[in-house]
C-alpha cells in the first residue's frame, strides 16, 4: 500500500509567521506532487504543483521537493487568518492519485 | 470556481440501494478521476477516465464503477450501498497528453451521500 504521511496537527502560527507544512511519501516511482488547501465543508483547492527537486515559489507560498528523501514541503509566507484551512499533500504515481489526511493549519490574529 | 460540476449536492440512499453521480469537466480536460474523502481522512482515488475508459483504479470493490461520455462527463455508479460508503465523492478534472504523463487536477464541489 503506498503511504503518504503528514501530521495532523493542529499547526498553530501567529499572523505574519511563516508557516512549514511537510509530507512524506513512500514510493520512489512518484512523478508528481501538488499541494491542496481545504477549507471545512468545501472540495480541495490546488495551491501549488511542483515537478523536479528544488524549491518552486508562487506569491506567498514555496513548494520543496527532496526526492531522494521522498519529502516534499509547503511553506507560507506572512500567515494570514484566511490561510487556516486543512493542508493535503498528494503524490501522482503514473495513473494513480495518493493523498495524505492534512495537516489542519491555524493562523491566530 | 474551477468550473467543474458535480450532481446532486447531497443525497440520502438506504443501505443496498445503488446511486449514480455526476460530474462535467473543466472546459478543455479530457481526464476525470473519482474520489471519496470520509470524514477527517484525505481523498481516496477509486478511478479515473480518459478518453471514455478506466485508465487507472484504487483499492475499490467493483460495485463501484464508472462511465465517461464523449464531453468527457463522467458518471460513478456505486452498487449495494453500505454503510460505510457514506462520504464526501469529488471528481477532479485534468488534462493528460497520454496515459502516465500527468497534469495538475481541478476539484469539483462535491456531492455528499449518507447511507442509512
Redesign the interface.
Known amino acids: 500500500q503506498k503511504e503518504v504521511e503528514q501530521n495532523s496537527g493542529p499547526l498553530s502560527v501567529p499572523e505574519g509567521a511563516i508557516a512549514s507544512l511537510n509530507c512524506t511519501y513512500s514510493d520512489r516511482g512518484s512523478q508528481s506532487f501538488f499541494w491542496y488547501r481545504q477549507y471545512s465543508g468545501k472540495s480541495p483547492e490546488l495551491i501549488m504543483s511542483i515537478y523536479s527537486n528544488g524549491d518552486k515559489e508562487d506569491g506567498r507560498f514555496t513548494a520543496q521537493l527532496n526526492k531522494a528523501s521522498q519529502y516534499v514541503s509547503l511553506l507560507i509566507r506572512d500567515s494570514q487568518p484566511s490561510d487556516s484551512a486543512t493542508y493535503l499533500c498528494a503524490v501522482n504515481d503514473f495513473n494513480k492519485f495518493y493523498f495524505g489526511s492534512g495537516t489542519k493549519l491555524n493562523v491566530k490574529p | 470556481e474551477?468550473g467543474v460540476t458535480q450532481s446532486p449536492t447531497h443525497l440520502i440512499k438506504t443501505r443496498g440501494q445503488q446511486v449514480t453521480l455526476r460530474c462535467s469537466s473543466q472546459s478543455g480536460h479530457n481526464t476525470v478521476?473519482w474520489?471519496q474523502q470520509a470524514l477527517?481522512?484525505?481523498?481516496?482515488?477509486i478511478f479515473?477516465y480518459y478518453r471514455e475508459e478506466e485508465?487507472?483504479?484504487?483499492?475499490f470493490p467493483p460495485r463501484f464503477s464508472g462511465l465517461q461520455f464523449p464531453n468527457y462527463s463522467s458518471e460513478l455508479n456505486v452498487n449495494a450501498l453500505e454503510l460505510d460508503d457514506s462520504a464526501?465523492y469529488?471528481c477532479a478534472s485534468s488534462s493528460i497528453i497520454g496515459?502516465?504523463s500527468?497534469n495538475?487536477?481541478?476539484?469539483?464541489?462535491?456531492t455528499r451521500l449518507t447511507v442509512l
Do not use: A, D, I, V
Open positions: 474551477t478521476s474520489y477527517g481522512q484525505g481523498p481516496q482515488f479515473q485508465n487507472g483504479r484504487g483499492n464526501l469529488l496515459r502516465g500527468y495538475e487536477q481541478f476539484f469539483g464541489p462535491g
